[in-house]
């Protein structure tokens, strides 16, 4: 079993929608998690980070954890062309999960 | 430019070779990691280390692969007796280990093509 599961995807989603990205992970220890996005070609750069249960929200980003069940997700509101990529789920820092790619349609 | 620095962008060497990658990190970032990510797949972490000490290293890691960081500020890191599946991106990335707050800065990265 990997560390961390994502969904591959692709995921496309209209734009103005909600997309929604999940990840599980492996390690009940686990205590930071993250969200990196990565465009084609590019490396990786943290949208956010979060290490306690519940929602943390930053602009049109909001993380979910939920560590009983050891899920992650990540919610994109207002989905804009410009956030088509992959992204990645981060457990304690630096395991990565395998990203899952979003396309934003206009 | 203070961001990390990666050398060279690209390498194509033939099977059997070695090679050397260097990661320069921000300068004030004591962690720094190497990571390799082939198309379609998130990074795959090899291994990191805190100033000079190798904390970690993957235990699906070959032998053939070894990392230094010698004075804990840059790293280097070879791939002896390459082979056509060591083809990939290797990454590095560098951060202030500040507990469970780490933020990783990523390197532009290293494209590896073995023939």
């Known amino acids: 079993q990997k560390e961390v599961e994502q969904n591959s995807g692709p995921l496309s989603v209209p734009e103005g929608a909600i997309a929604s990205l999940n990840c599980t992970y492996s390690?009940?220890?686990?205590?930071?998690f993250f969200w990196y996005r990565q465009y084609s070609g590019k490396s990786p750069e943290l949208i956010m980070s979060i290490y306690s249960n519940g929602d943390k929200e930053d602009g049109r980003f909001t993380a979910q954890l939920n560590k009983a069940s050891q899920y992650v997700s990540l919610l994109i509101r207002d989905s804009q062309p410009s956030d088509s990529a992959t992204y990645l789920c981060?457990?304690?820092?630096?395991?990565f999960g395998s990203g899952t790619k979003l396309n934003v349609k206009p | 430019d203070t961001g990390v620095s990666q050398d060279p962008r690209h390498k194509i060497t033939k099977r059997g070779q070695n090679v050397t990658f260097r990661c320069d990190p921000i300068?004030?970032?004591?962690?720094l990691y190497w990571y390799r990510q082939t198309l379609g797949q998130g990074p795959e972490f090899l291994t990191y280390?805190?100033?000079?000490?190798?904390?970690?290293k993957s235990r699906l890691l070959s032998d053939r692969f070894s990392a230094e960081r010698p004075k804990g500020s840059f790293s280097t890191l070879e791939i002896q007796r390459t082979e056509q599946g060591d083809s990939a991106m290797y990454l590095c990335?560098?951060?202030?280990?500040?507990?469970?707050?780490?933020?990783?800065?990523f390197g532009s990265g290293t494209q590896l093509s073995v023939l």
């Open positions: 990335a560098s951060s202030w280990e500040t507990g469970a707050n780490e933020k990783l800065f």
């Open positions: 280390f805190q100033n000079e000490a190798q904390l970690e």
């Open positions: 981060a457990v304690k820092g630096f395991y």
């Open positions: 300068s004030e970032h004591n962690r």
């Open positions: 390690d009940r220890g686990s205590q930071s």
